[in-house]
């Protein structure tokens, strides 16, 4: 039972996709970091210690996605990480580049003149269309695909294997962005199927620490093999010369430990808390965007009809509850969402809220804000601002 009502003062934490709550055991290997004295640079004693303790974490990290250790570079974080591809994949070689419609503003921003790839009403990339694209520059070098694993705002899981197999018909390099994926392993889910299956042996991965419960400021760039790749941060030479600047070991180590333990979650019962929840939403009018789709087990994207976002914002959280209305990375402003807009919906793309569970929130936490919710949204009704004649998607 929940212990205290949720306030203000003491508000009820459902943003996950924004960063998860540290892991304990992540905290664990931060702290161990931050105890070790030296550079792992240096070739002196408490140096070479760092070194060691930096490789360890760069082979766990890498063998997760059965790379080896060489290929994986550490950056400050997913942004990074997903800039440093487009550079290295795409602009420094003279590559044209096609995007996703939804994907997220590290890669869009990365690749302002992109080519935009279609996405259906349930967030999925129209893989017709990407081929079609494709084929236009199959006398070229190849194009970079940039695709993200899973929706940060939906948790719609893009068909990776579908779009892996096209990239190697035309001789395209895949980009994928799986900051939102990496740290929510099932093993049946589509990404983890697609990693298991080999279908991403050629493509680059990006990461990000604390999307996994890790602490943030560490992320990493995955290549499909060691391989030079011009860097944006040339800097004293780190990371093979590919990533300049010290590492930061204590963060590093943190997002190593963090991703074993998000592998051992119980990852289905946040499904069940995710799908209990969506229906308590839907029955107070909300409509669930991607829902017959297969998505991230904890993220739950809710459209309340003629509602703007900003609005249920702030009713949340007055009764406190910390929710988004889509990415953390837009300097705190609430704006219409670029992804519910590729999906066609409108001007529904400015009425819909996140709702992302944590890895360690507890079912009646699920069930407290679903009441919430519900007083929100009769609220509301009262009021003559919520419609009720959409279709569920």
Avoid at 287 to 314: E, F, H, K
Wanted: proline residues 5%; aromatic residues 4%.
């Amino acid at each position: 039972m929940l212990h205290a009502p949720p306030s203000q003062h003491n508000p009820l934490y459902l943003d996950a996709n924004a960063t998860e709550p540290l892991r304990p055991i992540a905290q664990q290997a931060l702290n161990e970091g931050l105890a070790q004295l030296g550079n792992p640079a240096s070739v002196h004693t408490a140096g070479r210690k760092a070194r060691v303790m930096l490789e360890q974490a760069r082979k766990q990290l890498a063998g997760t996605f059965g790379r080896e250790a060489d290929s994986f570079v550490f950056t400050s974080g997913g942004t990074e990480a997903n800039t440093l591809a487009v550079h290295g994949f795409g602009h420094a070689i003279g590559r044209p580049i096609l995007i996703g419609a939804t994907e997220h503003d590290a890669i869009r921003k990365a690749a302002p003149g992109a080519c935009v790839i279609p996405v259906d009403q349930n967030g999925l990339i129209e893989c017709a269309a990407l081929e079609t694209q494709l084929a236009s520059h199959a006398a070229e070098a190849g194009a970079l695909v940039c695709i993200m694993a899973a929706n940060n705002e939906t948790g719609v899981y893009a068909p990776l294997e579908d779009i892996a197999a096209l990239c190697r018909q035309y001789g395209a390099h895949l980009h994928i962005d799986a900051v939102q994926a990496a740290g929510r392993m099932s093993g049946t889910d589509p990404f983890s199927q697609a990693v298991a299956s080999g279908a991403l042996v050629g493509a680059s991965l990006a990461l990000s620490a604390h999307k996994m419960g890790g602490v943030m400021g560490a992320g990493a760039l995955l290549l499909p093999e060691d391989r030079p790749l011009p860097p944006l941060l040339p800097g004293g030479g780190q990371e093979r010369g590919r990533r300049g600047g010290t590492p930061a070991l204590a963060a590093h180590l943190s997002m190593a430990a963090a991703l074993v333990e998000s592998q051992q979650q119980e990852w289905s019962r946040l499904q069940i808390l995710r799908d209990e929840l969506e229906a308590i939403c839907c029955h107070a009018g909300a409509v669930i965007m991607g829902r017959d789709v297969p998505r991230l087990p904890n993220t739950v994207s809710a459209l309340l009809p003629g509602v703007a976002a900003q609005m249920q914002l702030m009713a949340l959280d007055i009764e406190g509850y910390c929710v988004s209305a889509g990415s953390a990375c837009s300097s705190g402003k609430v704006a219409r969402s670029h992804v519910l807009e590729a999906m066609g919906q409108g001007e529904g793309a400015g009425q819909a809220i996140r709702i992302s569970l944590p890895w360690n929130v507890q079912a009646e936490h699920v069930r407290a804000f679903g009441q919430a919710y519900s007083r929100m949204a009769q609220r509301f009704a009262e009021r003559g601002l919520l419609q009720n004649n959409r279709t569920t998607s």
